[in-house]
T-cell receptor
């Protein structure tokens, strides 16, 4: 079956612009996660969704970062007023239910100039 | 303190030989889960194997096995009969209740190169 998909695969933006990153989880997976992978910080958890609600937003680095999930499916991670330190690969994962194995998408590579 | 430690930034192995990638972890929770993921140059994180803290036997999945030593808090990945396609970054990760059980904590990774 289809895995987790993410779009775009690459995004180059200018400092100060807003960006939206999209994640389509595996069909039927109720839990969805966003992580960030950067050279300096490794892999970091950002936010977790169960259905459309986000019980854990503890990893969002600042209030410029937000995410939503609609219809218990697609999720969008929005970064406002991007900064160069936001440059990273943003990975989305989904799991069948809470605490199940997480399956990852291919990631979106964000470059802020 | 580091929750997940992978002490080998890089490893190499000859094709068809076995290799062990080290992972130690730190938690005070009695219930936790340990995972290994593979990340090829394409960037996608591929789930390899899972070990629960209460599992009596070491996990195995095909050529992958997990050498789980609970008292030593280590969860080393063993890849048998290495193939050229095994060249990738390998990440050890942990899930624990005090972290909410909904997030994975990753180590820094080990880059494995398989030589013909």
């Amino acid at each position: 079956g289809a895995g987790v998909s993410q779009s775009p695969s690459n995004k180059v933006t200018e400092k100060g612009k807003d960006v939206e990153l999209r994640c389509d989880p595996i069909s039927g997976h109720t839990a969805l996660y966003w992580y960030r992978q950067s050279l300096g910080q490794g892999l970091e958890f950002l936010i977790y969704f169960q259905g459309n609600s986000a019980p854990d937003k503890s990893g969002l680095p600042s209030d410029r970062f937000s995410a939503e999930r609609t219809g218990g499916s697609v999720s969008t991670l929005t970064i406002q007023r991007t900064q160069q330190e936001d440059s990273a690969v943003y990975l989305c994962a989904s799991s069948l239910a809470y605490a199940d194995t997480q399956y990852f998408g291919p990631g979106t590579r964000l470059t802020v100039l | 303190a580091q929750k997940i430690t992978q002490t080998q930034p890089g490893m190499f192995v000859q094709e068809k030989e076995a290799v062990t990638l080290d992972c130690t972890y730190d938690t005070s929770d009695p219930s936790y889960g340990l995972f290994w993921y593979k990340q090829p140059s394409s960037g996608e994180m591929i789930f390899l194997i899972y070990q629960g803290s209460y599992d009596q036997q070491n996990a195995t999945e095909g050529r992958y096995s997990l050498n789980f030593q609970k008292a030593r808090k280590s969860a080393n990945l063993v890849i048998s009969a290495s193939q050229l396609g095994d060249s990738a970054m390998y990440f050890c990760a942990m899930r624990e209740p005090s972290g909410g059980y909904n997030k994975l904590i990753f180590g820094a990774g080990t880059r494995l190169a398989v030589h013909p």
